[in-house]
């Protein structure tokens, strides 16, 4: 098409078509409320696993959700080792709960943590992508969520 002295080319746009630009696109970033994406993936395999971006504050407030939210994670934990205990810090009205939102996980061992974080970390839980990270199993006995 001319545009004065210009001439402007129209074209409909296709991933891969005439310049493949693989090398200059930027990575996705993946926004997850409390989650340091810089810390993630540089902790040393433990045996408590944290399940980031599974669960909404408004879901642990309903007893009877927190409840089915719990035997979910205990069955699908279970799967890939001995689960030991699972804590699901829940919101109280008024107070920042400290990890709310988050799962913890801890496990028998640190081989079944690996396992399950190899299995969890990516699949979709209640349509979100679920994140996972090792923590430190002192800090998790301490409650320091």
Request: with cysteine; glycine share 6%.
């Amino acid at each position: 098409m001319q545009l004065g002295d210009k001439k402007l080319i129209v074209q409909r746009a296709s991933v891969g078509a005439k310049h493949n630009q693989m090398s200059q696109q930027v990575p996705v970033q993946i926004q997850v409320p409390g989650l340091n994406l810089n810390a993630v993936g540089t902790q040393p395999p433990t045996e408590v696993l944290c399940l980031m971006n599974m669960v909404a504050t408004e879901e642990l407030v309903d007893e009877e959700e927190y409840d089915d939210i719990l035997e979910d994670i205990r069955e699908e934990c279970g799967k890939y080792g001995v689960v030991k205990s699972i804590e699901i810090p829940r919101p109280i009205e008024g107070v920042d709960v400290p990890g709310c939102g988050k799962i913890f996980v801890e496990f028998n061992s640190v081989l079944d943590c690996q396992k399950a974080q190899q299995s969890l970390t990516g699949r979709k839980f209640a349509n979100r992508v679920v994140v996972t990270s090792y923590y430190d199993p002192d800090k998790y006995h301490r409650r320091e969520f």
